[in-house]
């Protein structure tokens, strides 16, 4: 039974393994091209399925989350920080690994024993996660989402099916219009 379960979670590492990108460029709400180092592209569509995108916060990004549902509906957008230069959040498309309410970082731990990754949506296995993190200063390849929107994404996003979209492009002329309707209700 126990190497029934080892293999059933291998394949679904497989499965969902990340799409690790030089570039990801959102063609539509849903639709984004990603461009890899080998000089292959293509083009995935994450229409009818969960999935935030981070635009960092870099010159010609948003430096904002969006967390679209899956009828393709932007219902959430927040700021967000980045990875500084030298700690670079990487680009591509990401499934939610797990998430931990309560965390520090065993890298980066914080020198007065507070934990410093509160409500971590992990989506690398190098331990890239949005995370409770101030928004006025830049991270070390995590990002870093405004304790006021951290609480909602956390509850929302779900391991395995949410995906998570890091691009150094706009998202918001397709976000736009989701974000008007919702602020003249």
Known sequence: MKTIRFLTFC?????LAPLAAREVV???????????????ERV???????????????PGS?????????????????????GA???????GIYPVLYKKRHHMSTK???????????????????GHALHKGSV????????HIDPRDIRTLYRWAKPGTT????????YMPFARPDLLKFHLK
């Open 11 to 15: 394949l679904a590492i497989l499965l």
């Open 26 to 40: 959102p063609l539509s709400k849903t639709r984004f091209r990603i461009f890899y180092d080998n000089g292959s």
């Open 44 to 58: 995935v569509d994450l229409r009818g399925r969960e999935f935030v995108v981070v635009s960092v916060r870099e």
């Open 62 to 82: 948003d430096g904002r989350f969006y967390a679209v549902d899956r009828d393709g509906v932007v219902w959430w957008t927040g700021a967000i920080t980045s």
């Open 85 to 91: 230069d030298d700690y670079k959040t990487p680009s």
């Open 108 to 126: 980066y731990p914080d020198p007065s024993g507070v934990n410093n990754m509160d409500f971590s949506i992990f989506f690398t296995h190098q």
């Open 136 to 143: 006025n200063w830049m991270s070390h390849g995590c990002i």
């Open 163 to 170: 995906r998570v979209v890091i691009t150094r492009h706009s």
